[in-house]
């Protein structure tokens, strides 16, 4: 039954809970995605937080010339910090003091990185945050990863001591921490997850990462080159319809079934969610500020988005 979202009291519970969770959802670039964008205005709305990306081999002058235009386009860049691509000390403060200073970023984004080996003093993003770099230059937001359903670069109890020091080192910054996760595909292990986490003490607000929208095949590449765990076989079971595999696929279904545990369950961790624009920025934006809008239809899975 198509449902008019146009004021509170039409609102459903339901699908209030939706519009809850996307409402100021994060978005994500790298500096050379942002260079075949003419113009970001025509495509995210004021004040999104954007996160910059720092691949292996990036050049942090770009990430710094990105932040900036950001800034100057009305948005709030979250570069991140990738340690082992920290050369050395010097280069950490220069790249920090530049983003605080040129783009007035105060919202980052601590991770190790995807690096095998560390190209200088850092292997991890505690070593990062245990320098205090971040307070010295007025940092007030600091992300740091989660992995819903592990790592291939490290093990289950490496990251669960990790988030254990995060939590600890979250009482002691003047900064207000919070997870950005990978992406999953289905909401039952990041639910899991998240149990897990609160079970074991975390306090740490979470951002779940939403696949945005993309093709079934796209969506499948990116898992496999990313590690992403179990919930890849819930793709891999419509890619036997050849007519899927080419198809756009949304994530409301994720979404739905994400905003209903978080609506329902008082211990619930997660306060939004983070998009990968897995298949151009551009749609997957447009889609997520229609379902924030409340523009959009139930049905008997998900919902269906009208941009």
């Known amino acids: 039954m198509h449902q008019v979202l146009s004021s509170q009291s039409d609102v459903s519970l339901e699908a209030r809970s939706i519009i809850d969770l996307m409402s100021g959802f994060t978005v994500e670039t790298t500096p050379a995605s942002a260079a075949k964008v003419a113009d970001f205005r025509t495509m995210l709305r004021p004040g999104t937080t954007v996160y910059i990306t720092f691949l292996p081999g990036s050049d942090y002058n770009d990430t710094v010339a990105t932040a900036k235009r950001l800034r100057d386009e009305g948005f709030e860049p979250a570069p991140h910090f990738a340690a082992r691509s920290i050369e050395s000390v010097a280069m950490f403060e220069d790249y920090l003091a530049r ?44 992300g740091v990863a989660g992995h819903p359903e592990g ?34 595909f289905e909401a039952a292990p990041v639910i899991a997850w998240d ?12 951002r779940v990462g939403i696949p945005g929208l993309a093709k079934l095949q796209t969506l499948i590449k990116y898992a496999v080159a990313c590690g992403v765990g179990n919930s ?15 198809s756009q ?5 994720l979404v739905r079934d994400l905003a209903h545990y978080s609506a329902t369950d008082p211990d619930c961790g997660i306060e939004g969610v983070h998009m990968y624009p897995l298949g151009g920025l551009q749609k997957s934006a447009q889609w997520s500020f229609a379902v924030a809008d409340g523009a959009f239809e139930l049905n008997r899975k998900g919902f269906k988005a009208n941009p």
Do not use: C
């Open 99 to 142: 983003v605080a200073g040129e783009a007035g970023v105060d919202h980052v984004l601590a991770i190790a990185g995807a690096l095998d080996k560390p190209l200088g003093p850092y292997s991890d993003s505690t070593q990062l945050l245990d320098t205090g770099l971040f307070d010295k230059h007025g940092i007030r937001q600091i």
């Open 151 to 184: 790592s291939p670069d490290m093990s289950d109890k490496a990251i669960a001591d990790a988030l254990a020091w995060k939590n600890a080192y979250a009482g002691k910054t003047d900064a207000a921490m919070h997870i950005v996760t990978q992406f999953a």
């Open 195 to 206: 149990k897990t986490l609160r079970a074991a003490g975390n306090n740490l607000p979470i």
């Open 232 to 246: 890849i076989n819930f793709l891999k079971k419509q890619a036997g319809n050849v007519t899927r595999l080419v």
């Open 249 to 253: 696929q949304e994530p409301d279904q």
